[in-house]
């Protein structure tokens, strides 16, 4: 199985600061049309994941374009700009590249 | 509006069987792959089980494959699984997902004796 490890699992930040979170794949993610299907989701206290980002870098639906997805291969990163009140919870990467399919152990963006 | 409603959890002994419903709205149902993830508590999440638009596609993962059995009913808009077999670490909060943004608020099923 394709193991995705994101760093770091908690991450402490001061409102408008910036954040970055890694997520390393144990195998590349371009699957065989060319594409590379790497997400990041962000689940609030007591609510399901929300799509932030498809794709590698492709912001969802009124997703705020503070939210920045990059990388390609196996190295993925997600920067979020000025981190507001409501950017807090855990972020998950999420491979559907290969299967099955696998999510990161998730990266904890809290208060400092 | 796309809506996601899981039902059907609850607590059940090792061993014994549950099954889950998703009813699905706001979208054609029946041109989606669905999935199932879950969530033990206070842990990350797991894909679980997918199933393509028709039903005729299902895979699982390892650690159920044998025991749960992912469905659809199209003409009722509804992805269902059937979970045999039930072991203390299947305890988790399930959740239906059409695999991109939309996801239920989750049901939760606890296996204990």
């Known amino acids: 199985d394709v193991v995705l490890t994101q760093t770091p699992v908690s991450l402490s930040v001061t409102l408008g600061d910036q954040a970055s979170i890694s997520c390393r794949s144990s195998q590349s993610l371009v699957y065989s049309d060319g594409n590379t299907y790497l997400k990041w989701y962000l689940q609030k206290p007591g609510q399901s994941p929300q799509l932030l980002i498809y794709?590698?870098?492709n912001r969802f639906s009124g997703v705020p374009d503070r939210f920045i997805g990059s990388g390609s291969g196996t190295d993925f990163t997600l920067k979020i700009s000025r981190v507001e009140p409501e950017d807090l919870g855990v972020y998950y990467c999420f491979q559907a590249t290969h299967d099955p399919w696998t999510f990161g152990g998730g990266t904890k963006l809290e208060l400092k | 509006e796309v809506q996601l409603v899981e039902s059907g959890g609850g607590l059940v002994q090792p061993g014994r069987s549950l099954k889950l419903s998703c009813a699905a709205s706001?979208?054609?149902?029946?041109?989606?792959?669905m999935h199932w993830i879950r969530q033990a508590p206070t842990k990350g999440l797991e894909w679980v089980a997918s199933i393509s638009p028709s039903g005729g596609s299902t895979y699982y993962r390892d650690s159920v494959k044998g025991r749960f059995t992912i469905s659809r009913d199209n003409a009722k808009s509804t992805l269902y699984l059937q979970m045999d077999s039930l072991r203390s670490e299947d305890t988790a909060t399930y959740y239906c997902?059409?695999?991109?943004?939309?996801w239920g608020q989750g049901v939760m099923v606890t296996v204990s004796s």
């Open positions: 706001g979208f054609t149902f029946s041109n989606y792959g």
């Open positions: 794709e590698v870098s």
């Open positions: 997902a059409t695999g991109g943004a939309d």
